[in-house]
């Protein structure tokens, strides 16, 4: 499949085992932020979202921390299984517009059998 | 499989070209967003379009034009091609746009590639 070709920085896991990515964004005024995934050869896909008035939210097996103070966003997923693998990135909106976001550069998750 | 598609799937072309690329939406979505994922600059958002009107700009070079159609399909244009515009560019939809956010569902991409 397709693979952009990035040199991300790479996290391996084994199977069942948590996994914390993390994500500094840039702008202290960004007010929304998405995490999101992409497996080789396919698009971008909707994870989990958080407002900045939030400092946690929980979905099905994923969590997303933010911290205002240092800009800084993790996503954890628990019980980290094999269909996980993917490059994971966090987007921040510009300029308070939900039409527009910053994208990080992403980090490979690969998880071992 | 998101709904959203995309043509061609990979597209090979020289330096000093033109291409257009082509986005269907998800039925019933009338946004649509193309985006850039270049090797040295990850995912950069270009420009939206919704219900035929550009409604967003982002990082989208002049050589480069968009446009929605009436039965909302869009196409990206690039022109006067160079190296550095080889690339994997997506296109994504969602039902509005608006002051709130809206799930952008993303297409499969085209690869582009400039000789």
């Known amino acids: 499949g397709e693979s952009v070709g990035l040199h991300l920085p790479t996290l391996s896991v084994q199977e069942g085992d948590n996994s914390i990515i993390n994500c500094a964004y840039s702008?202290?005024?960004?007010?929304?932020f998405i995490w999101y995934k992409q497996e080789s050869g396919k698009g971008p896909q909707f994870i989990i979202d958080i407002r900045s008035n939030m400092d946690k939210r929980q979905g099905q097996r994923v969590t997303v921390l933010l911290n205002k103070t240092v800009k800084h966003l993790s996503l954890q997923i628990a019980a980290t299984q094999p269909g996980d693998s993917a490059v994971y990135f966090c987007?921040?909106?510009?300029?308070?517009?939900?039409?527009?976001?910053?994208f990080g550069s992403g980090t490979k998750l690969n998880v071992k059998p | 499989d998101s709904g959203v598609t995309q043509t061609p799937k990979h597209l090979i072309t020289a330096t000093g070209q033109r291409v257009t690329l082509r986005c269907s939406p998800r039925s019933g979505d009338l946004s649509v967003y193309w985006y850039q994922q270049s090797l040295d600059q990850g995912l950069q958002f270009l420009i939206q379009y919704y219900n035929g009107e550009e409604r967003a700009k982002g990082n989208i070079l002049e050589r480069f034009s968009a446009q929605q159609f009436p039965d909302l399909h869009s196409e990206l244009n690039l022109s006067s091609l160079e190296l550095g515009d080889s690339a994997l560019y997506f296109c994504?939809?969602?039902?509005?746009?608006?002051?709130?956010?809206?799930?952008?569902?993303f297409g499969p991409g085209t690869r582009l590639t400039v000789l």
């Open positions: 702008n202290s005024a960004s007010d929304y």
């Open positions: 987007a921040e909106n510009i300029e308070g517009n939900f039409n527009k976001f910053y």
């Open positions: 994504a939809s969602s039902v509005a746009a608006g002051v709130a956010y809206n799930e952008q569902f």
